[in-house]
């Protein structure tokens, strides 16, 4: 009969009991993460290999794609102690996405994942002439209730309309459709999509008229820019009582900037720059006072600056207004925007003086363009303030300016581009 030393049995005890220890940790664990029904595991291999190719095949995955070697890309949810697929990001977006292969297919068991809530495909398609929108349009129908974003950016391939499945997916908080090549007018059941608080569909081809948009009042960000849309910008737009951005730059709007925008009483970010807008600064954007960057440059508006109460718009720090149009001179009440970090007047018909108290009232102010107007006079800031601004400080083109020059002595680089020394000045210098 075998005999154990004290040291030996104790060895064997603590082997045996390292032993219960870890099968009971990995059975804990296993059962922590729960197993994935086959039907779903199937159904994300199938859209996986649809978008990154057949070769790819999860072999190496154990026990299961969302348990201890997750796939790229891919995340998951327990529901009644079973994995689930959430979420979805191919493309090379994330350092942890999938690439997507050189022409992707959206196979039909992408629509059996019922819990999805989150797509997203960044840079897929890339071969020319590819659509989003196929025969399996209907079958969208079935994520519906669970899909809460959808991502489609920077896929240069990708042609034709905003596909028209995207508004019965009503359970959407998050649209964002970027710099595709998408055409077409907008569909008007856009406004069905009621839980939206983002929609984003800036940097495509989009034409016509942007729709009403009644009903997205929970809308926090609109963002339409880089597109070709035409028309006025609906009145609508006036009841997104939650809006904080609101972008429609750089496409072919006119009409009056719509005095419904006063409504919009926290609105952060109003950008209308490169458009056709005209008829003034509207008097009602006075009453926007939750601005923080005001940007309507290359506009047909024309007017002057007179007319607004600038005080209201404390919070500004950008304001842009610069090819608009403009005439008469600068108010003294636009000394009050304390905040304002950037004043782009440039290339209006502005004339009058320059407050040198913009350096004092301002102390915010680190970007000045009132360039190719009709300003005149002596330029009066401090040699701290050139030095600060630099070529910050745009003011050439107006002729009849010129700037001290023993303010600037010895700091050659820092006098005012394009500005002449006052001749006065000069005198007194030689003299």
């Known amino acids: 009969m075998l005999r154990f030393t004290k040291k030996q049995q104790l060895y064997f005890l603590l082997c045996v009991w390292c032993l219960v220890v870890n099968w009971s940790s990995a059975e804990t664990e296993e059962s922590e993460g729960g197993p994935m029904e ?17 070769s790819w095949n999860g072999s190496y995955l154990f026990p299961d794609p969302c348990g201890w070697t997750p796939i790229q890309g891919v995340t998951c949810d327990l529901f009644d102690d079973l994995w689930y697929v959430t979420a979805l990001s191919f493309g ?82 998050s649209l964002v459709v970027l710099e595709n090549r998408l055409t077409g007018s907008l569909p008007e059941k856009l406004a069905k999509l009621t839980r939206l608080r983002r929609l984003v569909l800036s940097g495509n081809r989009f034409t016509g008229r942007i729709p009403e948009v ?19 910008l609906p009145l609508s737009v006036g009841g997104l009582s939650s809006l904080l951005k609101l972008d429609v730059s750089n496409n072919y709007l006119e009409g009056k900037v719509p005095i419904e925008l006063q409504f919009l009483k926290n609105l952060t970010l109003l950008d209308l720059r490169n458009n ?56 003294w009440s636009i000394l009050e925007l304390k905040k304002l970090r950037f004043l782009g007047l440039s290339n209006n018909s502005l004339g009058g003086k320059l407050f040198p108290q913009m350096e004092t009232k301002m102390p915010c102010l680190n970007a000045l363009y009132v360039n190719g107007n009709n300003i005149s006079g002596e330029l009066g800031f401090s040699k701290k303030f050139y030095e ?40 007194v210098t030689l003299a």
């Open 38 to 54: 086959k039907t779903e595991k199937a159904a994300l291999y199938s859209t996986v290999q649809g978008f990154v190719g057949d």
């Open 214 to 232: 009644y009903g997205l009042t929970g809308l926090l960000i609109l963002d339409l820019s880089r597109n070709f849309f035409s028309g006025s």
């Open 92 to 173: 090379s977006m994330r350092d942890n996405s999938l690439a997507c292969t050189e022409i992707p297919v959206i196979r039909p068991q992408l629509f059996e994942l019922k819990h999805l809530k989150s797509l997203s495909l960044f840079n897929c398609f890339t071969s020319p002439n590819q659509y989003l929108a196929s025969g399996s349009d209907e079958k969208w129908l079935d994520l519906s209730k669970s899909l809460e974003t959808l991502e489609i950016r920077s896929n240069p391939g990708l042609i034709g309309e905003l596909p028209s499945f995207i508004t019965s997916l009503t359970n959407l908080q």
């Open 388 to 427: 600060r601004m630099g070529r910050r400080l745009g003011a050439w083109g107006n002729p009849n300016l010129c700037y001290h020059g023993d303010e600037i002595k010895n700091l050659r680089d820092h006098a005012p581009f394009g500005v002449n020394q006052c001749k006065r000045m000069k005198a």
């Open 276 to 331: 056709r807008f005209s008829g003034g600064l509207t008097k009602e954007i006075q009453e926007m006072s939750s601005l923080v960057e005001l940007v309507l440059s290359n506009n047909h508006l024309e007017g002057d600056l007179t007319g607004i109460e600038w005080r209201n718009l404390k919070n500004l720090v950008v304001l842009d207004l610069s090819n608009t149009g403009l005439k008469g001179e600068i108010p």
